[in-house]
């Protein structure tokens, strides 16, 4: 259970509310449409120089549209970041081992790269590894084990983020996998021994 049953859940009820009707006719709609225009926005300037003005003409919504439903750009971008982000552990967690895991996630930020934020990111990918490994352990992980677990964690997002600014080339499979092979050979062992690896 843990983490990865409620972003499972979370993804499953994103989308069902995504579909319903009554969503269409909700704020969600607009909010959805207001982080699309943000995003059409973030390709031709960076995040400091575009408007609301300039996101709501985007949008086809007014000013008073987009103060209705957020406090400013960044709170849009915060409320994106964090619907994503569950996707992106949704489709994390579909994998069995830290392979499929990763490839599962880069395609994911692939599609939505714009808003990744590595700071966020690596206090998730932690803690996700840390309860996928106590519970099928059924064990806490060492101090030890945990500071190995740290260290690969901020190695692999200083990676991530050199492929998301486009600084490799990789595939996300080819990404995953070296990533993957990386990996302490200590904690490499506990992954293999739990079937992660």
Not at 26 to 48: F, I, N, Q
Not at 59 to 83: A, M, S
Request: charged fraction near 30%.
């Amino acid at each position: 259970m843990g983490k990865m049953l409620k972003n499972e859940v979370a993804k499953n009820e994103l989308k069902e509310v995504r579909h319903s009707e009554e969503w269409h006719k909700s704020g969600e709609k607009v909010k959805y449409r207001l982080a699309d225009a943000m995003k059409s926005c973030m390709k031709k300037a960076p995040v400091e120089k575009i408007t609301v003005k300039e996101i709501t003409e985007e949008c086809g919504v007014t000013r008073q549209t987009f103060y209705r439903n957020f406090q400013d750009k960044y709170d849009l971008i915060n409320w994106y970041f964090d619907k994503i982000l569950i996707e992106s552990f949704a489709h994390m967690g579909e994998g069995k081992t830290v392979y499929e895991a990763l490839v599962n996630k880069f395609h994911y930020i692939q599609e939505e790269k714009l808003f990744f934020k590595a700071d966020h990111d690596f206090e998730l990918i932690r803690e996700f590894y840390k309860n996928q490994i106590e519970e099928k352990s059924g064990k806490t992980m060492s101090e030890h084990l945990q500071f190995q677990l740290e260290m690969y964690c901020q190695g692999s997002i200083y990676m991530t983020v050199q492929w998301v600014l486009g600084e490799m080339k990789e595939s996300p499979e080819n990404l995953a996998h070296a990533l993957a092979q990386s990996m302490p050979e200590e904690l490499a062992k506990v992954f293999r021994e739990l079937e992660m690896l």
